[in-house]
């Protein structure tokens, strides 16, 4: 990512060593706050730039990659590439749930969002945890998202996740993302990781997290669905 890039991308990445979406290898990984005040010399960023905010798990933070792979970083390559006034904050962390999610949140929104783009899920439904623990965290996020700012547009990413909790529950699991964003009237991605899941190609060794190439793919199918939002509020 060339320098441009790094002043407009701003990222709140907490990374800690937690399991995300099954077990993950122990490394050591540093919790970086980063924020663009902190580096020398100003971005080009006018008043009318609008924020993407990619809020969810290790699938939004770039697990096992360079922040530069995960799929939000290679959303603001594309919109640059486009001059498009965007800034997108990757704020995805490793092992996150709903629940943590949500208790997180209004510290993460401590600053004007103008597109939110939630991710989380996975880690609930690996894990086992109630749908309707799973449903009502999503659907309190989603509120406090408007609570903050009800013109802040809203896109769910649905998830898929294999059988081993039995077929009943992984189909209502995975029935829980479109009725969501329909009672909400957000717009939804059918399935985040729509060509990447269950191809080793394109997934790192555990299976579960996508490689730099899966990524690429990852960034397709959230654009599918951004690019919406993007036409109707570009601020050029």
Request: with cysteine; glycine share 8%; hydrophobic share 40%.
């Amino acid at each position: 990512m060339s320098v441009h890039n790094l002043l407009k991308f701003r990222y709140i990445l907490l990374v800690f060593i937690v399991v995300s979406c099954g077990n993950e290898p122990k490394k050591e990984v540093k919790t970086e706050q980063v924020e663009t005040t902190d580096i020398v010399g100003e971005s080009d960023e006018t008043p009318e730039e609008k924020t993407i905010l990619f809020f969810g798990n290790s699938l939004t933070a770039g697990y096992g990659l360079d922040t530069e792979e995960a799929f939000p970083a290679l959303i603001q390559n594309k919109l640059d590439s486009l001059g498009l006034k965007y800034t997108a904050i990757n704020s995805g962390l490793s092992g996150e749930t709903t629940s943590g999610g949500l208790n997180r949140l209004e510290w993460v929104l401590n600053q004007n969002v103008d597109v939110f783009v939630l991710e989380l899920g996975a880690n609930d439904g690996l894990r086992g945890v109630p749908l309707t623990e799973t449903r009502d965290n999503l659907q309190a996020i989603i509120d406090l998202v408007r609570k903050k700012n009800k013109e802040t547009k809203i896109i769910l990413a649905g998830m898929q996740i294999p059988p081993n909790m039995g077929l009943a529950y992984t189909s209502e699991f995975k029935s829980l993302f479109p009725e969501l964003a329909e009672e909400n009237d957000v717009l939804l991605i059918p399935f985040l990781l729509e060509g990447v899941a269950g191809n080793p190609k394109l997934n790192q060794e555990d299976g579960i997290h996508p490689t730099a190439e899966g990524q690429k793919i990852v960034r397709e199918n959230v654009w599918d669905i951004l690019v919406d939002v993007i036409e109707d509020n570009n601020p050029s």
